[in-house]
């Protein structure tokens, strides 16, 4: 979302990038052709991921082979500058997770799962402040003692003025768990990795579910996540809370409360706010959203090879 009220939205389809935009109420804008990236990581919440300033918007996606890529438009002109690699060593990012967020003064902070050094996979990051442009030397936000954090779960990314929070899912003491990093100067540091709730998952595979991240007008942080077969929320600190049975949770947090979907037996659900029972949004997967200014909140979701949105 924009400080105009705009959603930004893109997605992938074979090896190339689309980019469209949406107003509350309104018809998608015209789709119009990114570029194209030989070998490009979709599905599975792996693909291109989107952010926004009043000055820019910053996709990143990544290749097969393992490397970050920045495309960045300038909003004044609508022009995207030619793709720029955001890894500063080759060939590392090979499982296709990569999140993005926007701070101010057109700062941008990408985060992703990173084999250098040790083949073993760590949280790394590095910053913009040009507007994606250009980016900063790589630095290695996370790193499991165990030696790996979880390998096939979605990283998150969110931002709100100088504040940035990033999810991932740990692998500690045999424990598939989440946890949370946050930033008060707009991404150029961050503090120690916080476990999110009580409970634990040991648990020797990957579950391929990173769950969802928000920041609410507030600037409080809520996230959604999934233990076994049960999905959580929980505030940093703060006791986690069961909300239902599924997988694959998002949220979108607004003055009226947390709006959450989740899929479970091949449909998406919703909780709304003030509400505990989950209601059918009907067939899809790999939900995102985003909330208006007016607190209605976008959905969009993956449904036999299309994507499809709906106002919730």
């Known amino acids: 979302m924009d400080e105009g009220n705009t959603a930004h939205i893109v997605y992938g389809k074979g090896e190339v990038l ?4 949406l107003r509350t109420g309104e018809q998608t804008e ?3 052709k990114v570029d194209s990236l030989p070998g490009l990581h979709l599905g599975a919440s792996r693909g291109p991921q989107i952010a926004v300033s009043a000055q820019s ?13 920045a495309f ?3 909003r004044d002109t609508g022009k995207w500058q030619k793709r720029i690699r955001v890894n500063d060593v080759p060939d590392i990012a ?5 999140a993005v967020a926007a701070g101010p003064d057109n700062s941008y902070t990408a985060v992703w799962l990173d084999l250098r050094d040790n083949k073993r996979n760590k949280l790394a990051g590095a910053h913009s ?5 250009t980016w900063s030397g790589n630095t290695i936000l996370y790193q ?3 030696g790996t954090i979880c390998e096939c779960c979605q990283v998150s990314a969110v931002s709100r003025g100088k504040q940035v929070a990033v999810m991932f899912r740990n692998f500690l003491n ?5 946890y949370l990093l946050q930033s008060t100067n707009g991404g150029q540091s961050f503090g120690s990795a916080e476990k999110l709730g009580e409970g634990t998952w040991p648990l020797n595979a990957c579950p391929m579910d990173g769950g969802g991240l928000a920041i609410g007008p507030d600037g409080k942080i809520s996230t959604v996540w999934r233990r076994a077969d049960k999905l959580f929320t929980a505030q940093p600190g703060q006791p986690e809370i069961e909300r239902a049975t599924g997988k694959n949770p998002k949220i979108a947090t607004t003055r009226k409360g947390d709006y959450i979907v989740f899929q479970q037996a091949g449909e998406l659900w919703a909780i709304l706010p003030g509400q505990t029972q989950p209601v059918s949004l009907g067939p899809g997967a790999y939900a995102k959203m985003a909330r208006f200014a007016n607190d209605r909140v976008l959905c969009l979701w993956e449904q036999d090879g299309t994507i499809r949105a709906a106002m919730i």
């Open 129 to 133: 402040t040009d507007g994606g442009r």
């Open 18 to 21: 689309y980019y469209t935009t």
């Open 30 to 32: 015209s789709t119009i």
């Open 57 to 69: 918007v910053v996709i990143t996606a990544l290749d097969k082979a393992g490397n970050v890529w």
């Open 72 to 74: 960045s438009q300038r």
């Open 144 to 146: 499991s003692p165990d």
């Open 94 to 98: 090979k499982e296709g997770f990569v």
């Open 174 to 178: 045999g424990s598939r768990d989440m």
